[in-house]
């Protein structure tokens, strides 16, 4: 079974602070994909970041980074410098072979920047 | 290509009543999605095809939901004697397969948002 947890249910930051969204998975599949999405008002969710489970580098793409850690399943995301146009739903999903890489997500953390 | 389309974005209809949902997925992508969304949690997974089979439909929520893909192009969501608790936004995402160990991430529509009364 797959499973993924988003504890955190909504953030609250004034801009340009930097914030952190947690996601921890359980899976049982050695072969795993982690993704990140974000839900603004309008309602379409937009892919943000796809990592695979063999692959444990830390990525960065402008103010988003991304900290995969499998020792702790877990695979957070840390937007630096928040920005209004940021505040969004973010979901995690994982897909893997057990489950026909079928995504499973997580009940998302709803960011909220300040002006 | 402009993404994956969602028709209609909103349908309020009465209880009791049959909807069909439309969804349109990017052209080169022969996996398609349908999940339902509610207030405050994740999407829900419903069922999905790979071209013109449906390969997992057991999370369909009862036997008054079904989907189909005749051509294996757009797809239809229908739910028949909709009830209030149907009420959701209503997700279709589309992917290429997973080839070689390798998956894909899912592109996902607007959405049609229903509400039944």
């Known amino acids: 079974a797959q499973k993924v947890t988003q504890a955190q249910t909504e953030i609250s930051v004034v801009e340009k602070e930097d914030v952190t969204l947690d996601c921890v998975y359980e899976t049982r599949d050695t072969t795993y994909y982690l993704f990140w999405y974000k839900q603004p008002p309008s309602g379409e969710l937009v892919f943000l970041i796809r990592?695979?489970?063999?692959?444990?580098q830390n990525e960065i793409s402008g103010r988003y980074s991304w900290n995969f850690q499998k020792s702790t399943s877990s695979f957070n995301f840390t937007i630096t410098a928040s920005q209004v146009v940021d505040s969004a739903v973010y979901f995690c999903a994982l897909s893997g072979t057990g489950g026909s890489y079928i995504p499973t997500f997580g009940r998302g953390t709803s960011l909220i920047v300040h002006p | 290509d402009t993404g994956v389309s969602q028709d209609p974005r909103h349908k309020i209809t009465k209880r009791g009543q049959n909807v069909t949902f439309r969804c349109d997925p990017i052209s080169e992508h022969n996996r398609l999605y349908w999940y339902r969304q509610t207030l405050g949690q994740g999407p829900e997974f419903l069922t999905y095809?790979?071209?013109?089979?449906?390969?997992?439909k057991s999370r369909l929520l009862s036997d008054r939901f079904s989907a189909e893909r005749p051509k294996g192009s757009f797809s239809t969501l229908e739910i028949q004697r909709t009830e209030q608790g149907d009420s959701a936004m209503y997700l279709c995402a589309s992917s290429t397969p997973p080839s070689f160990g390798r998956n894909t991430e899912a592109f996902f529509g607007q959405g049609t948002r229903l509400t039944v009364v």
């Open positions: 095809f790979q071209n013109e089979a449906q390969l997992e």
């Open positions: 990592r695979n489970s063999f692959d444990e």
